[in-house]
Nanobody, 122 residues
Framework: QVQLVESGGGLVQAGGSLRLSCAAS????????MRWYRQAPGKQRELVAA???????NYADSVKGRFTISRDNAKNTVYLQMNSLNPEDTAVYYC????????????????WGQGTQVTVSS
């Protein structure tokens, strides 16, 4: 089984910074894309940032210039550096990874972390 464990969430003042991390463990052959999503109360879950296994990234327009996604393939870990936070960034943040489980089977499965709360006060 594969587990994604997130850490780094918390309460910060507007203008502050947080760094989220998500470490994947378990029976993993390889990981392709890794992503961060967020969901605020009453809103749909939205893609915040994504990174490929080759290091290519993309971001939601609302976080461009403020957030940076990165990964450490040796540690099966994805990070989200969040700067210049504002109250609109308040949400539960989820990591997501496309995981290949076996050298013999090419199918990739999407796994999700449990979510970590980020609260930004004004």
């Amino acid at each position: 089984q594969v587990q994604l464990v997130e850490s780094g969430g918390g309460l910060v003042q507007a203008g502050g910074s947080l760094r989220l991390s998500c470490a994947a463990s378990g029976s993993i052959f390889s990981i392709n894309d890794m992503r961060w999503y967020r969901q605020a109360p009453g809103k749909q879950r939205e893609l915040v940032a994504a990174i490929t296994d080759g290091g290519n990234t993309n971001y939601a327009d609302s976080v461009k210039g403020r957030f940076t996604i990165s990964r450490d393939n040796a540690k099966n870990t994805v990070y989200l550096q969040m700067n210049s936070l504002n109250p609109e960034d308040t949400a539960v943040y989820y990591c997501n990874a496309d995981v290949r489980l076996s050298i013999n089977v090419r199918t990739r499965y999407a796994y999700w972390g449990q979510g970590t709360q980020v609260t930004v006060s004004s």
